[in-house]
């Protein structure tokens, strides 16, 4: 069965670290409709002074950060010690686990394009120790067919696999997908799995029942169904498809932190005020 959209969404303009000027596509507000995904933050600035004051040091527990460049420069380390870069077409998927402090410093830029994409963990994986995953842009398969282009960051395409799994039962999807002029793509997927798609360049058509085409920076929730399906027109289009198992736990989300109830948000600002965050 085709995947029907649920609903449209676009976003609204934000501030976040020390003034980076962004777009949040969907958070907090939307709990739990994107489940297993918590929040997706879209930027795409010629402008460095719109992103040149970054994310100083700041804590995060209980969730995964994904930050994707399509282009651009950020600078990162973190309090295990681990500190590099991402690049144009570079990916850093970081598990905070039990509890992280890191900090993103983006750099100017011709042009900086990308998205950071909060994934909740289970309840039982909330605690597991934090660890992350540099990988760059030579480690994610490509696949390229007559009129797609297709960047796999995580899950399964053509028989080609991304070099991320994230939380092992949340089985994500994570595809950067170019798409020619007058040309389709189609993917199949389990059916009770939340996915979504965002445009962040040209124009393209989501819905399966009617020719709705819509522009860059636009995105469509799906609904329940086992194939999705995207065509083009006129217009060439670059998106990104997201797609994971729903974990269906409660929420209780505080600033960086995400875990199950109140009690838990507690005990980890306790322990940031205490200095026992990092276990």
């Known amino acids: 069965m085709d995947r029907k959209i649920k609903e449209y969404f676009i ?5 976040d670290g020390a003034g980076v000027k962004l777009y949040r596509t969907f958070g907090y507000h939307e709990i739990p409709k994107f489940d ?16 040149i004051k970054g994310f100083p040091w700041h804590p995060h527990r209980g969730i995964e950060t994904v930050t994707y460049l399509v282009s651009g420069k950020i600078e990162h380390q973190d309090s295990l ?6 690049n144009d077409g570079d990916c850093q998927w970081m598990t905070a686990g039990s509890g992280i402090l890191h900090q993103e410093m983006p750099k100017a830029s011709p042009r900086m394009l990308g998205v950071q994409i909060w994934l909740n963990l289970h309840a039982k994986n909330k605690m597991t120790p934090p660890r992350y995953g540099d990988i ?5 398969p490509v696949y390229k067919g007559g009129k797609e282009v297709v960047h796999i960051i995580a899950g399964k395409y053509n028989g080609l696999v991304g070099p991320m799994k994230g939380g092992e039962e949340i089985e994500p999807t994570f595809f950067d997908v170019e798409l020619a ?8 997927l389990d059916s009770s ?9 040209g124009e393209a058509n989501f819905d399966v029942d009617k020719e709705n085409i819509i522009s860059y920076p636009n995105g469509v929730l799906y609904d329940e169904g086992d194939t999705i399906r ?15 198992k729903k974990i269906d736990e409660p929420v209780a989300w505080g600033g960086p932190i995400v875990m199950n109830s109140k009690e838990e948000l507690n005990l980890a600002f306790k322990e940031l005020d205490e200095g026992t965050f990092i276990k």
């Open 136 to 140: 760059t842009k030579d480690m994610i």
């Open 36 to 51: 297993p995904f918590l929040m997706m933050d879209f930027f795409d600035s010629t402008n460095p002074e719109d992103y």
């Open 230 to 244: 995207i065509n083009t027109k006129d217009r060439e289009a670059r998106f990104l498809l997201l797609a994971g």
């Open 11 to 15: 976003g609204r303009p934000a501030k």
């Open 81 to 86: 010690g681990n500190k590099g870069e991402i």
């Open 193 to 201: 799995f939340n996915a979504y798609a965002f445009l962040i360049q």
């Open 181 to 188: 002029p007058n040309s389709k793509f189609v993917f199949n």
